[in-house]
């Protein structure tokens, strides 16, 4: 079976940590660094964002929004940034960088690197085929070790091994799946039924973490690629956050319900945005996704205008100077963007075909009014500021304040 995914760095001396849970809590998670990778290629940003969010919205037509094929369908679609881990497959193992996705929960690889049998590998009798707007994948489902990091191996994980695939950048090799379980419904041929237990599944019931939590940290961008986040699993890096987390439940909205989602109330200042209502937190977006009327309130409360090149908003000096806090409203607690944590990265508004001069907003319009049931996409310029902990256990989601949240850096 195959999804699209997050990609982990190997390495337990690397940043990635995760520590969650209510009673029982991994104080000694293993991490590994998330190596963040630009890569536009041509088109626009927001082209590449807005494609994303249509493959997620369509989930809602189909039955209970859970249809893995159409969830996967435009995960691949080029977007600014993709976060890679060196994953090891087979023994002895060969690496694979791989996009770490909390968007989708198949792990799969073949797009780049050819796979490698060894003795650890098994084929099964399945087969994986994948439709998408941007390309296609295909190939057969194995089982085979996979080793995340020194003492984070899962003997027999399914993965996906693709024949053929398009659509995906130069130097990805696949996808590495850290969206709930669920979302691998549909994957497989011919039992397209079965739901197919996830790398963190596997992790928990084999013992090698307790709880099944991660935890993710990334820092602002300003360069292009960068070794800038970290993963924690079974636990909490509490290296990566300031003050305490705060949890809120996975929202019962559909289709929202079926990812990491949250309700949340945003407000700009004072002025309200969008009243509370269901959304995502997803890695594998790299802007911030209002519900249309959210987003027009949005831009008549900055004044900012659309610019045609880059398909974002863009105010001038005197505006930024003028600029409120963007309030995510999450479970009772405020999650303030400041000024600057809403603006593009400066030193990278070349590489989007921007102005360097220019200065242009992460807010855009999701292409659909509110009410829908995934009405926001809290992506990369959310997450940036704010450690995420996504608990599966509890079916939750915790945020807290990082050393960058109110940080200047663009």
């Known amino acids: 079976m195959v999804q699209l995914s997050f990609t982990l760095l190997p390495a337990i001396l690397l940043a990635l940590r995760v520590t969650a849970g209510p009673v029982l809590v991994n104080e000694s998670p293993i991490t590994l660094d998330i190596s963040r990778r630009f890569n536009f290629a041509g088109g626009s940003v927001v082209q590449s964002d807005l494609a994303r969010i249509n493959a997620l919205k369509n989930r809602s037509t189909m039955n209970n929004g859970l249809n893995a094929r159409d969830v996967i369908s435009e995960t691949v679609v080029n977007r600014a940034f993709n976060y890679i881990a060196t994953v090891g497959v087979g023994s002895p193992a060969t690496s694979y960088d791989l996009i770490i996705d909390t968007g989708s929960s198949v792990t799969w690889i073949g797009a780049g690197k050819n796979y490698v049998v060894t003795s650890t590998s098994t084929q099964t009798s399945s087969s994986v085929s994948v439709s998408y707007g ?5 190939g057969t489902e194995y089982t085979d070790q996979v ?3 020194p003492g984070l191996v899962i003997p027999e994980q399914s993965i996906g091994v693709a024949s053929s695939s398009s659509g995906f950048d130069e130097g990805i090799d696949g996808i590495l799946g850290l969206g709930p379980v669920g979302l691998t419904a549909g994957s497989l041929s011919p039992d397209s039924e079965s739901l197919i237990p996830t790398v963190m599944d596997n992790l928990v019931s084999q013992g090698t973490i307790i709880n099944n939590i991660f935890g993710i940290s990334f820092l602002p961008a300003t360069i292009e690629d960068d070794t800038n986040g970290s993963i924690a699993f079974g636990g909490i890096d509490r290296t990566r956050f300031t003050g305490e987390i705060a949890y809120t439940p996975v929202t019962s909205t559909s289709p929202a319900s079926g990812y990491w989602g949250i309700d949340q109330e945003v407000t700009y200042g004072t002025t309200s945005i969008l009243a509370s209502t269901a959304g995502i937190v997803d890695t594998g977006s790299t802007l ?4 249309t009327d959210g987003f027009n309130r ?6 900012g205008v659309l610019d045609a090149t880059t398909g974002l908003l863009t105010i001038t000096a005197t505006q930024y100077a003028a600029l409120h806090n963007l309030n995510f409203i999450i479970g009772g607690v405020t999650y303030a963007l400041t000024p600057n944590a809403q603006i ?3 030193s990278l508004n070349t590489a989007i075909n921007g102005t360097a001069s220019s200065i242009y907003l992460v807010v855009i319009d999701s292409g659909s009014s509110s009410g829908k049931g995934l009405d926001f996409i809290n992506g ?13 256990d509890n079916n939750r989601i915790g945020f807290a304040t990082t050393p960058f949240t109110r940080l200047h850096t663009n």
């Open 134 to 138: 941007s390309g296609n994948f295909s």
């Open 147 to 149: 080793t995340l990091a």
């Open 288 to 291: 911030i996704h209002l519900a």
């Open 298 to 303: 949005y831009k008549s409360a900055t004044g």
């Open 344 to 346: 593009w990265p400066r």
């Open 380 to 392: 990369y310029a959310f997450l940036e500021r704010f450690y995420s902990v996504h608990d599966m």
